[in-house]
């Protein structure tokens, strides 16, 4: 099948890859499934909407994964072809953490720039 989007990492200035990181280190495995499925299919049938994806903002949106620890998001943007993987986090609320939202945004700014 072929895909709509290539998906990518954010890259820090230092290299880091702050979402891989996130999945390697505080997702368990079995919700590393769970996410990377949502992604393939968003990477699959680009552009979508609710439930699985939700436009957080201009060029924002949200990948909404529901797993064992509780409800996950990525974060993205899109350039060109490319899904770029922002942020990711656990929601613990019903609302998105100011200071989620708030990394997402600075990071989509430095990647669309």
Same mark, same amino acid.
């Given at each position: 099948? $072929?895909?709509?989007?290539? @998906?990518?990492?954010?890259?820090?200035?230092?290299?880091?890859?702050?979402?891989?990181?996130?999945? $390697?280190?505080?997702?368990?495995?079995?919700?590393?499934?769970? &996410?990377?499925?949502? &992604?393939?299919? @968003?990477?699959?049938?680009? /552009?979508?909407?609710?439930?699985?994806?939700?436009?957080?903002?201009?060029?924002?949106?949200? @990948?909404?994964?529901? &797993? /064992?620890?509780?409800?996950?998001?990525?974060?993205?943007?899109?350039? $060109?072809?490319?899904?770029?993987?922002?942020?990711?986090?656990?929601?613990?609320?019903?609302?998105? /953490? $100011?200071?989620?939202?708030?990394?997402?945004?600075?990071?989509?700014?430095? @990647? &669309?720039?």
């Amino acid at each position: 099948m $072929k895909t709509v989007l290539d @998906v990518r990492f954010y890259r820090s200035a230092s290299a880091d890859e702050p979402v891989r990181i996130w999945l $390697k280190e505080e997702v368990s495995a079995e919700a590393r499934r769970a &996410i990377g499925g949502d &992604i393939k299919t @968003v990477q699959l049938g680009w /552009p979508m909407g609710m439930p699985l994806v939700r436009k957080m903002d201009d060029r924002l949106w949200e @990948v909404r994964s529901s &797993i /064992p620890e509780g409800i996950a998001r990525v974060m993205f943007t899109t350039v $060109k072809q490319d899904m770029v993987l922002l942020h990711g986090f656990v929601k613990k609320s019903d609302k998105t /953490p $100011k200071a989620d939202l708030a990394v997402a945004k600075k990071r989509r700014d430095e @990647v &669309i720039k």
